[in-house]
């Protein structure tokens, strides 16, 4: 059976039916939610819980597959080799940041990473990091502290375009908290973004969370041309 909402499509496995379990224990019949339908209800969650958790359209079925290998090699291999080692990755806290101009493939790369683990199993987060920023500012305390839980627990978190977001004191902090805990949980993130590390380094209140991505995240340069401007 196929599940599909705008933001991801999973199927249940083949362990279950329509994402239960039936069995007999001790003379009695027994129905239990498998864990694919566990995961699509954690999914749903994160997708109400953040209006800016949404896959975008273009990118919902980006993959390794449609990526064009020869123009970033390195990099693919990276996100390939990524795919490959989650299991040891998932242990260690080990994630990515694609560092590079506009239309070099960044954000391609990583939402077929985060597709392809979603579809696996991972309960997983994507995040555009301006819209993030608008997503969490104050409103009901009790709502922005699971926001926040959430961003510095799930087991994988996408934050695409750091540092286009506006940089307040308390955006700067909120990104602090949220990356800080993943460092300090080995919780895998990967990040994409225009600006290199150094650059990043220089905005105020940043030297604190360069910090942190350096230690938990492979830096990936990715140049050449705008693959936009051949379109």
């Known amino acids: 059976m196929a599940e599909t909402s705008a933001t991801y499509t999973i199927k249940t ?27 699509e209800k954690e999914q749903r969650r994160l997708h ?25 090699p390195e990099a693919f291999k990276t996100a390939k080799s990524f795919l490959q ?24 790369l990583s939402f077929a990473v985060f597709n392809d683990l979603v579809r696996r199993g991972v309960n997983g987060l994507a995040v555009t990091v301006p819209d993030l920023m608008d ?15 959430t961003l510095k627990e799930i087991d994988l ?30 919780k895998p993130t990967i990040i994409t973004s225009n600006n290199r590390l150094e ?9 604190r969370i360069v910090d942190r991505i350096s230690e938990m995240c492979r830096p990936v340069k990715m140049e050449g041309e705008s693959y936009r401007n051949e379109r």
């Open 135 to 149: 997503d969490i500012r104050p409103r009901s305390e009790e709502k922005q502290s699971e926001q926040i839980e």
């Open 48 to 72: 109400n819980l953040f209006k800016s958790a949404k896959v975008p359209e273009r990118y919902i079925d980006k993959s390794l597959d449609n990526f064009i290998q020869f123009r970033q």
């Open 199 to 207: 650059e990043l380094d220089k905005l105020e209140g940043w030297k």
């Open 13 to 39: 496995c083949d362990k279950c039916e329509d994402g239960y379990i039936y069995f007999e224990k001790d003379g009695r019949d027994y129905v239990a939610e498998c864990d694919c339908l566990k995961h």
């Open 157 to 186: 978190l996408l934050l695409d375009d750091l540092g286009a977001q506006r940089n307040t004191p308390w955006v700067t902090e909120r990104l602090f908290i949220i990356i800080n805990a993943r460092y300090n949980n080995l």
């Open 85 to 108: 080692k989650w299991d040891e990755i998932k242990k260690t806290g080990r994630g990515i940041i694609f560092v590079g101009d506009v239309g070099t493939g960044k954000t391609h």
